[in-house]
């Protein structure tokens, strides 16, 4: 085995030079104090819980085991986890892991360990299905843990309850789902625990980890000593920080698992309705007289609180806590009052029965959310499954109930089950490897007698008359008591609390009790006894486990005080004993301690003979393990088979792995020097042939490069186009540079060309398109670049047919008190002011002012800004003609472009352009900002204006609302 020496121990039991008790002893307790928890007996991996983390676990640990055969790696849980998984998609069988072992011996943490390798292993494609399922199969364990497990004298985190779960996997063997069979939940521990024990964690959980609203609303307070059904452990809780991190982390689960939030509110109503009702008493009170007895609650408040967290009517609930309804043969309805004594018996039936309804709810609501989905065998192929069995182990306590008469009875079907598949699979390789065994065990022990009582030995005192009795199981004997056997096994609860529940307003709960919805008056058989349906269960159980290739996992607790490092013989050899450890080794070396196929074998210790070193070039590998063992001198304690090699004897083994161990360092070195100069001569041809390559195709790519530019300018100096609809061609890296500067060179080059033949007259429109290109281009879509700029539309006869002139000679007289040189822009605009007022005026921009001129008045002017002290101007990204223009120390002026020639022409991104332009060419800068929700001030006051499409509007205009101004513009 890798990375164990022989002060380690034997790696597997088989290997022992003798088998005995004390050898076995001897081994365990060699490897566990090495920190080797894990020991092999042939395919059974048997584990002795440390009770302290080890690294042993995680990314690296699984990628070591993942695809490697058992007796590769030091023995290990991800190995058996690995054989299933490999055993099931090489062969397509159904597996199944049995992980067995007394309460404390680590079965809980074994089966988690084996769902994270499964889980890693699975899937590299994080396809989102199968991430789905693996989530739910690893949330689960956190959420069943919670519901189903609690602390005990001998395990702080023991199972209450049998879990087997199925995993299935596809033909590739990617996980798709899976389902969880329960086992007698220990429902009994809701009511009672024994000394130094808790309920269930769940209870403590909801109390540490609420918040302080939710448990207002619940009725509950953080102590649980303040409830019957938590006092006995309250003292036991361990931190607080604890219990609110694993209340944290069950929540998180139940959401990743898919628990909805009413669902998970209504748990915890459940959880808390349970503890409420535990603290019920009943009090005998005397009405109408001494002889006639009437029976009440003591506190009335937890019936309100056990009817509200349940929604069920109060009164029902107060009905069936005191009376029981009973139909008589002519199926008349007969309330029958309680005793004190019959009503605290009906409120601990009910409480057991809630939650163990709640369990099986939680289990179904899991498996509902794993189930395989959408799959079909003639399309998808046959699903395969690795099912994985953690159970409760044998358990011996002061006082032994029915609980414990069922558990210890599975394991004694488990223990036969055990027994029957080793002898069989043992027998099984034999006769499929054509190797001759015959065996004498036999079950010498059957006809003994496995009972007594005080009855049939009188003088055995340890037995009470009439109440203990004796049975010996293959574990030791157990004293079990029958008090409460019988109405435990009948499990009996009133159907009043059924009806009760089943009508409940809470779909949670009344999905828990369909049985509720059966009226009184109906004849019904009587339901199986538990004790029935757990046989049954197991019985299927069973035979489930023997219809798939098993493993199995065989837990040892190393003490009772759960203290790491320390390992008690005698409580350990009881359990091997109970285990049949033993007796397992005995069965494995009574015909062969080894087996291996023979490539296999050849593989690890080809190097010992020089006949099969490094290749073999005999007829077959069976022929080439005959030459080696020849050699070594072994071939009289081994057996041939067709294809795998027996091995009698574990010195046969300890021989070849020395030999091998011998010649390891020198292959190992020899191979290395070999392999680095190969690699370095390897490296060195490569880059001088790397660097010979790039180096003539760097001078291709720049050549080639080149003649392309070459080939496509030709026609670059034809007008008009002067090489517009040329493509640059992509250059190599070392070129981008030089192509990035010609491209610089070759646009200037053609604008060039371009403006030279533009007329002198055109350049001033030439230069407000590309100023209203650089501001408005990919901001506003349309602003007019395709059409001439005339700027002055109130002179022009076309657009202004009526009072052109008019204008003209208000124009004149502006030249002649301001003295401005040019124009800029003019038109008729339609205007709202600060008072909400809408006029018709017009726009006069010069190079010295920015006129707001009245049309109606011969154009005297009502307005006069330098233009100096415009900042800014805000347009639309639409086709409309809203402007805003902003001035220094003035209110903003809002104008929409009117009254234009064809109309509604679209002249905002002339204005702009021209604006824009002649500061340029001043060597101030302009704001122009284009927004569909235009800010502006008027009087220190801010305002909004928006642009309404109205396609029934004839004119531009402006509606005024509190706050803000919105031009209604007409639209196609």
């Known amino acids: 085995m890798d990375e164990e020496g022989p002060d380690c121990g034997k790696a597997d039991f088989v290997l022992l030079d003798q088998v005995t008790m004390e050898d076995f002893m001897e081994n365990l307790k060699l490897r566990f104090e090495k920190g080797r928890i894990y020991t092999y007996i042939g395919e059974v991996l048997v584990s002795v819980n440390p009770y302290q983390e080890l690294p042993l676990y995680g990314h690296e640990a699984i990628t070591k085991y993942q695809g490697r055969e058992l007796y590769e790696r030091p023995p290990h849980l991800y190995a058996v986890a690995n054989a299933a998984y490999r055993a099931m998609k090489r062969r397509s069988r159904d597996t199944c892991i049995v992980i067995s072992g007394e309460s404390g011996a680590g079965k809980t943490e074994a089966s988690k360990h084996i769902m994270q390798y499964i889980a890693a292993v699975t899937n590299p494609s994080q396809r989102a299905e199968v991430e789905r399922v693996k989530d739910v199969l690893l949330k689960s364990t956190c959420v069943l843990e919670a519901f189903g497990n609690a602390r005990t004298n001998r395990n702080n985190n023991s199972s209450r309850f049998g879990k087997y779960m199925d995993i299935n996997f596809d033909f590739k063997g990617d996980p798709v789902g899976g389902h969880i069979h329960s086992y007698l939940l220990e429902k009994s521990r809701v009511l009672k625990q024994h000394v130094g024990e808790r309920n269930f964690h769940a209870f403590y959980q909801v109390l540490r980890g609420c918040e302080d609203s939710q448990l207002e609303d619940l009725h509950l307070q953080r102590n649980p000593a303040l409830y019957s059904f938590t006092r006995q452990g309250a003292g036991l809780n361990p931190l607080d920080s604890d219990e609110r991190s694993h209340y944290q982390a069950v929540m998180e689960a139940m959401r990743v698992i898919g628990f909805s939030s ?19 008493e009943f009090v005998e009170t005397e009405e109408g007289g001494l002889e006639q007895g009437h029976l009440a609650v003591a506190e009335e408040v937890l019936v309100d609180h056990v009817a509200e967290l349940t929604a069920t009517p109060r009164e029902s609930v107060m009905r069936c806590l005191l009376s029981r309804t009973v139909a008589s043969g002519g199926r008349e309805l007969i309330e029958k009052g309680h005793t004190a004594a019959e009503a605290s018996y009906a409120r601990d039936a009910c409480a057991k029965a809630v939650y163990q309804r709640l369990f099986e709810w939680v289990v179904n609501r899991i498996n509902c959310v794993m189930e395989p989905r959408d799959r079909d065998p003639r399309r998808d192929g046959k699903d395969t499954v690795i099912g994985v069995l953690d159970i409760y182990g044998f358990e011996v306590f002061p006082v032994n109930s029915f609980e414990q008469f069922c558990i210890n009875y599975c394991n004694e079907k488990l223990q036969q089950l055990f027994i029957q598949l080793i002898l069989k699979q043992e027998q099984e390789e034999y006769e499929r490897e054509g190797i001759a065994w015959q065996t004498s065990l036999d079950t010498h022990h059957r006809h003994h007698p496995h009972y007594t009582s005080r009855q049939l030995c009188p003088t055995d005192k340890t037995m009470e008359f009439g109440r ?12 079990y008591s029958v008090e409460g056997f019988i109405d435990k096994n009948r499990d009996h609860l009133f159907q009043d609390f059924k009806r009760l529940l089943y009508n409940s307003s809470d779909p949670t709960l009344r999905a828990m009790w369909p049985d509720g919805q059966q009226d009184i008056t109906e004849v019904t058989k009587r339901p199986l006894t538990a004790g029935t349906l757990f046989k049954n269960s197991m019985v299927a159980l069973v035979e489930n486990l023997a219809s798939k290739e098993p493993f199995y996992v065989r837990c040892i607790k190393p003490n009772e005080d759960k203290v790491a490092g320390r390992l008690d013989e005698g409580h350990c050899r009881h359990q091997v004993a109970y285990l049949g450890l033993l007796e397992n080794v005995r069965v494995r070396r009574a015909g062969f301690a080894s087996r291996q196929p023979y490539p296999r074998f050849l593989l690890r210790y080809k190097m010992t003979c020089e006949y099969t070193w490094p290749n073999h070039l005999l007829g ?50 020899l191979l290395q020097k070999a392999w680095r100069g190969t690699l370095s001569r390897r490296r060195c041809r490569r880059l001088r042939a790397i660097y010979t390559i790039m180096r003539w195709f760097r001078k291709h790519k720049v050549r080639a490069h080149l003649a392309e530019l070459q080939r496509r300018f030709q026609a670059a100096r034809q007008p008009p186009l002067y090489g517009q609809d040329m493509v640059w061609p992509p250059p190599p890296a070392v070129l981008q540079p030089f192509q990035d500067t010609c491209r610089a060179l070759f646009c200037r080059w053609r604008a060039r060309q371009l403006v030279k033949n533009i007329p002198p007259s055109d350049m001033a429109q030439i230069k407000a398109k590309v100023a209203a290109m650089g501001v408005l281009q990919e901001l506003r879509p349309d602003w007019g670049c395709r059409r001439a700029w005339d700027r002055d539309y109130l002179s022009s006869a076309t657009d202004n047919p009526a009072a052109s002139g008019l204008f003209t000679q208000r124009l004149k007289a502006l030249r002649d ?61 639409g086709r409309d003609q809203l402007v805003v223009l902003h001035a220094r120390g003035q209110d903003d002026l809002v104008v929409c472009l009117h009254r234009s020639r064809p109309p509604l022409d679209n002249r905002v991104g002339e204005l702009v352009g021209v604006l824009v332009a002649h500061c340029q060419g001043e060597g101030c800068t302009l704001e122009v900002r284009v927004s569909d929700c235009i800010p502006l001030s008027q009087r220190g006051a801010r305002r909004l204006v928006s642009v309404e499409p109205k396609p029934e509007q004839p004119e531009p205009d402006f509606r005024c609302s509190r706050g803000a101004y919105t031009l209604l513009w007409p639209s196609s």
């Open 468 to 479: 203990d009795f004796r049975i010996k199981h293959y574990a030791g004997d157990v004293t």
């Open 262 to 280: 009413e669902e998970v509110d209504s748990v915890r109503r459940i959880l808390a309705a349970i503890l409420h009702l535990g603290n019920i």
């Open 620 to 669: 077959s590998d069976r022929a080439a393990t005959s030459a080696l063992l020849e050699q070594h001198g072994l071939q009289g304690d081994v057996a041939f088979g067709h294809t795998k090699l027996f091995i009698r004897s574990p010195q046969t083994l300890v021989t070849l792995e020395q030999s091998r161990a011998r010649l390891i360092p020198i292959i190992v070195l």
């Open 817 to 877: 008190k301001d003295g401005f040189r040019t124009v800029l822009f003019s038109s008729h605009v339609r205007k709202v002011n600060r008072f909400n007022k809408r006029q018709d005026r017009a726009l006069l921009l010069t190079d010295r002012h920015l006129y707001k001129l009245d049309p109606s008045r011969q154009y005297r002017v009502m307005r006069a800004v330098p233009l100096a002290s415009v900042t800014g101007l805000s347009v639309t990204s």
